[in-house]
């Protein structure tokens, strides 16, 4: 009897996952870019430039700021004319060097610059401008968000102030503000009370400053917040109104609930936009009264750009913009956390 042995081949073992790490980067980027390649070539231009544009001049902003640069010793090299008609040079015996934290330490001893003014203006100006922006666009939002004729024509006209121009709008509002000439002035003086010089005050100005950036602002909340009260469900609503909620009971516990995730988003980006509001400052008040108005970008635009140019300041005051901006950004999120929201 013949018989035939089968012997079965010994099963494959099956790849386990790799859980310790090991030497996958490479590979899973190899595979991704294999797999979406498309995807990388579309987004390989959008890299580039942001690189070049943002990621590069940021570099070189930090560098600067722990070197004392400025107009005077930004040259490598210093040429005078002969009488001949030709050109000497020889090393410029001012180069600028590395200082390391100096910049930083005299700015915020005082010694350099106004920082802590500029700051205090600062936090007003934005805690004042994004409160009013949120405040009188949810304000605006709801009043559009109902039926009534109209409605369409409201809603263009409130969005004008957004679509026209910033430097127009403040060199309106600071003819409006113009203690001899200005329309506000003039109202107060018909109605019996004495015109105010807007700019010869700090806190005047300030207010002037403050009531055009509001003026701008306003509309983007308003759109924002007008979406967001569009997508909340109606019927919340009408099972309120059957349980005899009153209106206001209906704004605190379904309004503002259900345009938490919009109003996160516009208060953020809305504060990082104020804090570095250039042109109402620089249009509307010009830093008047000496100086006094002044926010820290525009205090970092007049060290770059005004008198001796101090560029290492001026990079100082940017990184510190930045290192500002990105702490108070980190503690919102972290917020926004805690109270259950993602962000």
């Known amino acids: 009897m ?21 030497d996958r980067g490479p ?7 294999d797999k979406h390649w498309y995807a990388w ?20 902003g930090i560098y600067q700021s722990f070197t004392d640069l400025n107009e005077g010793n930004q040259r490598d090299t210093i ?16 180069k600028a060097k590395f200082v390391g934290l100096k ?38 939002a709801v009043m559009l968000n109902r039926n009534f004729r109209g409605r369409s024509l409201y809603r263009v006209l409130l969005i004008v102030p957004w679509a026209v121009p910033a430097f127009v709008s403040a060199f309106a509002w600071k003819f409006l503000f113009n203690p001899k000439f200005g329309l506000i002035n003039s109202t107060l003086e018909h109605l019996g009370m004495n015109g105010v010089e807007w700019f010869n005050h700090r806190w005047t100005a300030m207010f002037a ?13 308003m759109v924002a917040l007008l979406g967001g009260l569009q997508s909340i469900n109606q019927d919340l609503y009408e099972a309120a109104s059957i349980d005899g909620a009153s209106p206001w009971q209906r704004f605190r516990n379904i ?12 208060i953020l980006l809305g504060t990082i936009w104020t804090f570095n509001m250039f042109p109402i400052i620089y249009f509307v008040t010009g830093g008047q009264p000496a100086g006094e108005t002044e926010i820290l970008v525009t205090g970092a635009f007049r060290a770059a750009f005004e008198g001796v140019r101090n560029y290492s300041l001026a990079a100082t005051y940017g990184v510190m913009i930045l290192s ?20």
């Open 79 to 94: 040429c005078t004319k002969t009488l001949g008609g030709g050109t000497e040079c020889e090393p410029n015996p001012d």
């Open 209 to 221: 400053a403050i009531v055009t950036n509001v003026w701008l602002g306003v509309p983007f909340m």
């Open 324 to 343: 500002l901006l990105m702490v108070y950004a980190s503690f919102y999120r972290r917020a926004l956390r805690k109270q259950g929201e993602v962000f």
């Open 2 to 22: 013949s018989t035939t042995d089968v012997t079965a081949a010994p099963a494959r073992p099956e790849p386990q996952p790799d859980r310790g790490g090991g």
């Open 41 to 60: 070539a579309m987004v390989l231009p959008t890299v580039v430039v942001l690189g070049a544009l943002v990621l590069a001049p940021l570099v070189q």
């Open 27 to 33: 590979g899973r980027l190899r595979a991704s870019f």
């Open 255 to 266: 309004t503002l609930p259900g345009l938490r995730p919009v109003s996160s988003t516009v």
């Open 103 to 140: 910049n930083y330490t005299d700015v915020l001893t005082g010694e350099r610059g106004r920082f802590w003014m500029q700051f205090t203006n600062t936090i007003v100006w934005t805690i004042a401008c994004v409160f009013f922006h949120f405040t009188i666009g949810l304000g605006l």
